[in-house]
């Protein structure tokens, strides 16, 4: 089991920037691929970025390649995800997840953890 907590949403002006933090606990930290997703009403959980449990491959959703960052610190089982320039249409709940991989593979769907949410919404 591995719990998840995120937290750094809130509400921000278009142009601005947000940062993210995912904090882990339960077992190895190491051993999980992370993503970011985030999810409107109405629409399906989209990945937004993810990253190998080694840290060293990301992937990110061609709306956001530029513009959002996601890090990870393995010693601090932490993840995060720096978001800049962000648009009205970044606005939804953020969720952080993990899944078990090996060190440089990055999952794109059929997370196993889930952390509660975390909602931004950006201001036109």
């Known amino acids: 089991q591995v719990q998840l907590v995120e937290s750094g949403g809130g509400l921000v002006q278009a142009g601005g920037s947000l940062r993210l933090s995912c904090a882990a606990s339960?077992?190895?930290?190491?051993?999980?691929?992370m993503g970011w997703f985030r999810q409107v009403p109405g629409k399906e959980r989209e990945l937004v970025a993810g990253?190998?449990?080694?840290?060293?491959?990301?992937i990110y959703a061609d709306s956001v390649k530029g513009r959002f960052t996601i890090s990870r610190d393995n010693i601090k089982n932490t993840m995060t995800l720096q978001m800049n320039s962000l648009k009205p249409e970044d606005t939804a709940v953020y969720y952080c997840?993990?899944?078990?991989?090996?060190?440089?593979?990055?999952?794109?769907?059929?997370?196993?953890?889930w952390g509660q949410g975390t909602q931004v919404t950006v201001s036109s």
């Open positions: 339960g077992r190895t930290f190491g051993n999980y691929a």
């Open positions: 990253i190998s449990s080694g840290g060293t491959s990301t």
């Open positions: 997840a993990a899944k078990p991989t090996g060190p440089s593979l990055v999952p794109t769907r059929r997370y196993d953890y």
